[in-house]
């Protein structure tokens, strides 16, 4: 079961004055970990600046509605193994720095046209999104007119309160880390057969290719494990193997 991308319609999720005007996006230096070379997944530290964030947390709030996942036929429902709250975002000059900023960091031969609309996702206690990969089975949501199947994916955690426990992204299928430096971003209380547990820290963020030769890569199966005390902010990043139509596009909205 996965989420699905859909006709948007125009949202009013439009940035006020305030926090756009004479802005200019900053440049990005990274500083990251590669966490596993096959599947490729490499973490981020400060993926989105503070005053991102809060954009973000501004633009989303009082627009999230039950997330739902769709079928093997393409039509979404609510469903008891994703719990969590979501919205598309409009672009607007800070959400477009982020896109260029995901987009540029896959290399120069990823077009914007490939990119799905920004998707913040909220969890308050007890929600979370059962194990599931953000690659699709169903031809149905493989299309060319939906640019094929999802190449990418980040993760970024928005915000989190400062009280949070549980609320972190697990990957089961992976071998935990040997090196005791993972542990400020990784859960290495969980046991050996728990997988790979990130931590949902503030602006850091988890990026991993789906495909492998074409295929999706099953060990990229991962969870949102569900909030146990305060709430987490989370923003998914897609892009697809090919361009999508325009109407789904994140320029769309």
């Not at 060990?219 to 949102?224: C, D, I, Q, V």
């Amino acid at each position: 079961m996965l989420t699905t991308l859909l006709p948007l319609p125009l949202l009013a999720l439009v940035a006020t004055a305030s926090s756009t005007r004479n802005y200019t996006c900053p440049q990005h230096l990274y500083n990251v970990q590669i966490f596993s070379e096959d599947p490729l997944i490499i973490y981020i530290p400060a993926f989105i600046t503070p005053d991102e964030a809060s954009h973000l947390q501004s633009i989303s709030s009082g627009n999230f509605e039950s997330s739902r996942i769709a079928d093997q036929t393409g039509q979404q429902h609510l469903a008891k193994t994703r719990t969590s709250r979501s919205t598309s975002l409009s672009s607007d000059p800070i959400v477009r720095c982020i896109e260029e900023r995901a987009l540029q960091f896959q290399g120069y031969d990823t077009p914007r046209t490939h990119l799905e609309p920004l998707q913040a996702v909220q969890y308050s206690i007890g929600e979370n999104y059962k194990p599931h990969t953000d690659w699709f089975t169903s031809p149905a949501q493989t299309t060319p007119e939906f640019g094929g199947n999802r190449a990418t994916s980040f993760f970024v955690y928005v915000s989190a309160s400062e009280d949070i426990a549980g609320g972190g992204t697990q990957f089961p299928l992976l071998d935990a880390p040997s090196n005791e430096k993972w542990c400020e971003v990784v859960n290495c209380d969980a046991g050996w057969d728990e997988g790979v547990t990130f931590r949902p820290i503030p602006q850091n963020a988890v990026f991993w290719r789906n495909m492998k030769g074409g295929k999706g890569d099953k060990r990229t199966l991962h969870a949102g494990l569900p909030v146990q005390r305060g709430q987490k902010l989370g923003m998914n990043i897609w892009t697809r193997e090919g361009e999508l139509d325009g109407k789904y596009r994140s320029d769309r909205i």
